[in-house]
């Protein structure tokens, strides 16, 4: 046993002890990670001190979001440590173990991508060594558990601090105070650790928590009001109470806003208090040491409260201005119309009474430095920040900031032309691209353990860990019957702890020998896990008929949640359990085809489900999905895209070869220009494939339980609705072309070596989309960061 071992061991006996009355022999899982997670702590404790220090001192980057979905931080932080091995080991001679850990639960303080991007980011720069922290929310619920009941998805409360949560510290007195217009809150620093791999720095993810000033009113209490007398508590606690389970925005609350003030002002005062102690009131280097990244336009208030402090602190509305034009950049996650956010003026104005007479002046400045460029009044008009009464998010994000970036090539490009394209007209050269990445940490090494070995093995290094383009060099063992023969039987052992999992956790048996299909990520219409359901459909009436006599035993998986208020989205999960209901029923078809959906998809399923899978799909409509990161992660498991040309998939197959991967469907400009004279109902009555899974959702083949649910899916693509037009995502328009794409990956996947050598080439030319790359841009190109000394 190492020194760091032995002293992890005394920490956690120690702490058993104290804490439980316990010894590693007789604790509880729970209670062996939390008495193992906060001996770790113990031990980072310096190096975490030292790292802080050094950001404060140098330029330094905030990435402000309201979401960071970072998943279990146990196995990542063993890994970092390189202590995995040894501390097994050290549990495993007391009769327990680190799988035992698996139990405890995920922190899901975010919806999906761009929550999880976040996470992924903070674990690179630290990797880097670069001076990147986080601020965000500390939500005392997560985002909702997933249960289906009768194949219907039910939300039930994530209480993901259940057992504790030794890896944040407290930071009482760091408080600060939030000001809304009629009451006053306290934001709690909690830190979390973010270790880097293979070096001893650390970075900070700090989570704001909601409190009251007073803990609750005496005299209510006294004259026996009880409720009376916590309610200003719960209406401060309300704050941070749960994370709108929402990934699309549609929703205007007070509530939400009221989160993105308080995150966005107690990060921004925490920064000035730090910039104070070392520089007094001479703010004129607040801008040279700080970069903050706004992700989405969640964070956007901050652009005014910053203006706001600083005047505060004396300084007038131009030299605020000025400052605050220096520090913020904005990322755009999403094109569709109703995720760019615009807050309502008598909102604002009631919720943060400070902050619209100063997104006023700004836009003031705005037309002034418009009409100075000779910008012509109708654009000046379309720019306003204040038009319709609402403030406009996004607008105020790229002007009174300093970048904007998309998170593909493709998606930027569409910002440049269409969704930002007056913006674009007017300043060219604060627009940028930073393709989204994903951590190889996380979600190689540590999901697919065997597969890591191999790629060391074979590389003479685990170098690809830091240098993911390192796997470049592994190309050459594509012809390599050897290799590509232990790369099968790794994905065939993936496949099977998978199956265990699928087995223990949620009582669902699968065949491992199977080849396995997966379209994992929230439920969404643009997403089209509706055609995918609909194609299985038809490929399950042709084998039925014995068109598809050699096809290979597929299973198609799905897992997703679905935000709790969008009917459609929660009537495909249902119609998926739905066609998964009719083929079981059918013994003959069942032997070739299957379907199951996996309740309560999250970063620990994703985690499995991801090593696992042999086919990737991602098949939304061209030109509505920014960037996509579960496409990656698949692509580092060795799993082929079967895709359309949008967001990222247009770089992995620029990477990857087009031969390697399953590209189908309308590109966008096919969409564009077919917009205005599509008829789905055409293709609906000329296609007998399409015509019939499409009845098979009105004729009584599948049914909803009496919700009406399917007769409404059936009208969204033949009828719309009178605030859609039919066939929005263009199902029909794809269908045929994506049944192609679908069977031919399963003639192709029955030649195994063939189909093993395009998953190996996928894997090893997966470098572009590491984080580390993407970070290492955002901090030449953007922040203006350096590693730290
Ligand atoms: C806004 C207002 C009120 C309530 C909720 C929201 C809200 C919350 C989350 C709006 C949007 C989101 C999340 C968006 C998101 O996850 N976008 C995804 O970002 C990924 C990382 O860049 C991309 O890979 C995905 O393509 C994109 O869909």
Partial sequence: MNERTKAVKAAMNFALKTDYHKTLATATPAELHTALSRSLVGVITDDWQKSREQHLNARHA????????????????????GLTKEVDEMMRAEG?????????????????????????????AATLELPLDGYGIRYRYGLFKQQIDNGFQKEVPDDWTKYGDPWSIRREDETVLIEYGCRTVRAVPYDM?????????????????????????????????????????????????????NDSGDEGKVLRLEQEYFFSSASLQDMLRQYKKRHGNDFSQFAALHAVQLNDTHPVLAIPELVRLLMQEGLDFEAAFAITRGVFSYTNH?????????????????????????????????????????????VVGRLSITRDNCAHMADLAVFAGRYVNGVARLHTEILKNRVLRDWYSVYPERFQNKTNGVTQRRWLALCNPELAALLTRLLGSDRWLTDLSALTELTRYENDEAVMREFLAIKRTRRGEFADWLQKTHGITVDPTRLFDVQIKRIHEYKRQFLNILAVLELYYEIKEGQLNDFKPTTYFFAGK????????????????????????????????????????????????????DVSEQISTAGTEASGTGNMKLMANGSVTLGTLDGANVEIVEEAGESNNYIFGAHVEEINDRANDYNPHGIYESDGRVHRVMDALVNGTLNDGGSGDFRELYDSILHGADWQRPDQYYLMLDFGRYLDAKKQVNRDAQDELAFAKKGWHNICMCGKFSSDRAIAEYARDIWQIEKVK
């Avoid at 905030?62 to 440590?81: K, M, T």
């Avoid at 569709?336 to 003031?364: N, S």
Wanted: charged residues 25%; aromatic residues 8%.
């Fill in 62 to 81: 905030l990435y402000f979001s309201a979401e960071f979905l970072v998943g279990r931080a146990i196995f990542n932080n063993l890994l970092c440590l």
């Fill in 96 to 124: 327990v173990s680190l799988a035992d850990l698996e139990q405890v639960e995920d922190a899901a303080l975010g919806n999906g991508g761009l929550g999880r991007l976040a996470a992924c980011y903070l674990d690179s």
């Fill in 193 to 245: 650790p973010v270790l880097g791999y293979g070096t001893d720095h650390i970075g900070t993810l700090r989570l704001w928590q909601a409190e009251p000033v007073e803990p609750f009113d005496f005299v209510r209490f006294n004259n026996q009001d009880y409720d009376g007398s916590v309610a200003e508590k719960n209406r401060a606690e309300d704050i941070s109470r749960v994370l709108y389970p």
């Fill in 334 to 378: 999403t094109v569709m119309p109703e995720a760019l956010e615009t807050l309502p003026r008598h909102l604002l104005e009631r919720a943060v009474p400070g902050l619209y007479p100063i997104i006023e002046k700004i836009d003031g400045k705005l037309r002034q430095e418009l009409s100075e460029k000779g910008v012509p009044g109708d």
């Fill in 562 to 613: 679905s935000a709790p208020g969008y009917r459609r989205a929660k009537a495909i999960i249902k119609l998926i359990g739905e066609v998964a209901r009719v083929i079981e029923n059918d013994p003959q078809v069942r032997q070739k085809l299957r379907v199951v959906f996996v309740p309560n998809y999250n970063v620990s399923c994703a985690e499995y489900m991801v090593a696992a899978a």
